[in-house]
């Protein structure tokens, strides 16, 4: 259609009226095929009244056309202007709920080009909604992450916002140690230790991409209320520069959409990173806290601890034991075999101290071969049996140096609290350190109580 205007409508009404005019002057020319005398209808009256009529039709369709088709073209327009403003107010303040698909939808109640276009509008409409709702979601996300390097509260809080976002109904996070699968974070899971273990992880890690699989007969998973079956099971390793860190596992009763695909890909990149971050922060961690001979605890963190653990017994008014040890003539030792042999007895002891003690104790080096050990729960009685335990295994325990065997002794102070009434932690280390003269001064190789 040749366009003779730049308005539609206008140039609807200039071809209408044209149309209607054109009618009028041909049709008394079909009136009189019909048989009508020429008198009657080739006359100026009739031909302007055929004329007149042609004008009205014209006009009257241009107003249904106005009216019928302009007033749901004037609605989509409306409903984009709208839009476009509240673009500009989400561009300003980020808050994307004045324009979801309830608020912006028109209606469609037509089967032609009119409701088609309803229709792509609305589709544009969810898919704008949809991809505002994924931003704001991966920008939740990563400002979760971001805030986080404690590594135990960042995968708790990466597991809620998974299963938030992606409708998942159960999951867990698995952090590769030391060559292990260890479950770091889960829920809904019953059994999350049978993870470690399962070849759907193992695979996942070793081609480092996603799989989608079914639930192995062996991990049950519990809903809200009930036991469920999930329909798909996610096992997606987080991967940071090529090297497979862990694995996030997510279940769902009715399956992934392609969403929730989408946003878990999202989710991964900032995930990688601020496991690493996370992870590496833990390992400097570790360090600052461990002396780097021994791999126990330094003097600084394990004072920091032994006031810990002082307060709680205060709190909780049970015992708390302490016990010093060092290795008897060291010093000769290391003028007899070297520095380096003393280095290997100081770890051998160390090591044999760990086998001695309980779970839960905590061994930290005290001094050069001076180690001072905090016993939660323990009596004099109870830390006077770890303490001639720990100085009967070194004892036993040799180091090799060449074809010579390196033997040594310890001796061993200890005290407890409340048995014995004092202020501050400090006070309890000066008593246990009393107790360690007197077993070095009585002869070395014993342990003494004060």
């Not at 303490?387 to 390196?406: F, H, K, N, P, Y």
Request: charged share 20%.
């Amino acid at each position: 259609m040749i366009r003779l205007t730049r308005k539609v409508f206008t140039d609807l009404a200039i071809w209408m009226t044209g149309l209607g005019l054109v009618m009028g002057l041909v049709f008394p020319f079909f009136v009189v095929m019909m048989g009508v005398p020429t008198e009657h209808v080739l006359t100026p009256w009739f031909f302007a009244a055929t004329m007149t009529a042609g004008f009205v039709v014209g006009g009257a369709n241009i107003w249904l056309a106005r009216n019928v088709v302009g007033s749901k073209l004037h609605i989509l327009a409306d409903r984009m202007r709208f839009v476009e403003a509240n673009l500009m107010e989400i561009s300003r303040t980020g808050d994307a709920n004045k324009c979801t698909p309830e608020v912006c939808y028109i209606p469609v109640d037509s089967e032609d080009e009119i409701g088609e276009s309803g229709k792509a509008f609305n589709y544009l409409v969810k898919a704008l909604a949809a991809s505002h709702s994924r931003d704001a979601a991966v920008s939740s996300f990563s400002a979760m992450l971001a805030s986080q390097l404690d590594l135990d509260v960042l995968v708790n809080k990466a597991l809620q916002e998974l299963l938030q976002h992606t409708n998942a109904n159960a999951g867990a996070i698995l952090i590769a140690t030391e060559g292990e699968m260890n479950v770091t974070a889960s829920q809904g899971i019953r059994t999350p230790d049978s993870l470690r273990s399962s070849d759907h992880v193992r695979l996942a890690m070793q081609t480092q991409k996603r799989m989608c699989v079914g639930l192995p007969d062996d991990v049950a998973v519990e809903g809200v209320l009930t036991d469920f079956r999930p329909r798909e099971v996610i096992v997606d390793p987080v991967l940071y520069k090529g090297v497979p860190l862990g694995a996030i596992i997510l279940a769902s009763a009715a399956g992934f959409t392609n969403e929730a695909k989408s946003l878990l890909d999202l989710f991964g990149q900032g995930m990688a990173l601020a496991m690493n971050n996370a992870l590496t922060h833990d390992r400097l961690q570790k360090l600052a806290a461990l002396d780097p001979m021994t791999g126990i605890y330094n003097r600084r963190f394990g004072m920091a601890r032994l006031s810990e653990e002082f307060s709680r017994a205060v709190r909780t008014t049970g015992p708390l034991g302490i016990m010093l040890f060092d290795i008897d003539h060291f010093k000769k030792v290391n003028d007899t075999y070297g520095h380096l042999a003393g280095d290997r007895v100081l770890m051998q002891v160390t090591k044999t101290a760990r086998a001695a003690l309980r779970e839960g104790d905590i061994l930290m080096r005290y001094g050069g071969e001076e180690f001072l050990v905090i016993l939660p729960a323990a009596s004099k009685e109870n830390a006077r049996d770890i303490g001639e335990r720990l100085l009967r295994m070194v004892e036993e325990t040799s180091v090799a140096d060449g074809d010579q065997v390196i033997r040594v002794t310890i001796s061993v102070g200890i005290t407890s609290y409340p048995e014995l009434d004092v202020a501050g932690e400090l006070d309890l280390i000066k008593r246990a350190d009393e107790a360690l003269y007197s077993a070095k001064e009585s002869g070395r190789n014993k342990v003494i109580v004060k």
